[in-house]
């Protein structure tokens, strides 16, 4: 027709930043409170119906009531960055063990608590056969050195530490 036309593209989700969080109890609670504020999906997988209802409703937020939440790891994108903030060292070990076992290698896991729990996750892990290497590679404690003990400070040292991983991650890119 001889005419112009304009087209204009409009890019969503190009670079989906996906969050795993295992556990949903008070630090977890609030960091995804954190989250819900930056561009990313979060999914939150417990088996505590209580404790998933108390969270936000976000459509940048998946929530999953998994009993066990450790069979969850093979849908996980290899993108993910997973925390898991179970209920304890013995939660936390099932989904170690889960991503190790996979041969996934995700740019950030990490496990809420101390070095002693490190320690414990360490041997016990190297115990079902886990290589050594692999037993070590993961973050505990997580976040940075910020900040009481209060979850609402935890939950943002974490957060921060997530960004600072992630835009190191994407700088080497």
Request: with cysteine.
């Amino acid at each position: 027709c001889g005419g112009t036309a304009s087209v204009l593209f409009e890019a969503y989700n190009l670079n989906t930043w996906r969050i795993a969080v295992f556990g949903a109890g008070h630090v977890a609670q609030a960091l995804v409170r954190v989250l819900m504020g930056l561009e990313c999906h979060v999914t939150c997988i417990d088996p505590r119906r209580e404790w998933l209802e108390k969270l936000p409703q976000s459509s940048q937020l998946n929530i999953l009531e998994r009993e066990h939440p450790e069979n969850e790891v093979a849908t996980l994108a290899d993108d993910a960055y997973v925390l898991s903030m179970t209920m304890g060292h013995a939660t936390d070990r099932p989904i170690l063990d889960a991503i190790f076992r996979s041969g996934q290698c995700f740019p950030y896991l990490g496990v809420i608590g101390s070095q002693a729990k490190r320690k414990v996750l360490i041997h016990e892990l190297r115990q079902a056969g886990i290589d050594p290497r692999l037993a070590e590679s993961f973050r505990c404690p997580i976040g940075l050195r910020l900040g009481t003990n209060q979850p609402g400070e935890i939950a943002v040292s974490i957060a921060a530490e997530l960004i600072q991983v992630r835009d190191a991650t994407r700088k080497s890119d």
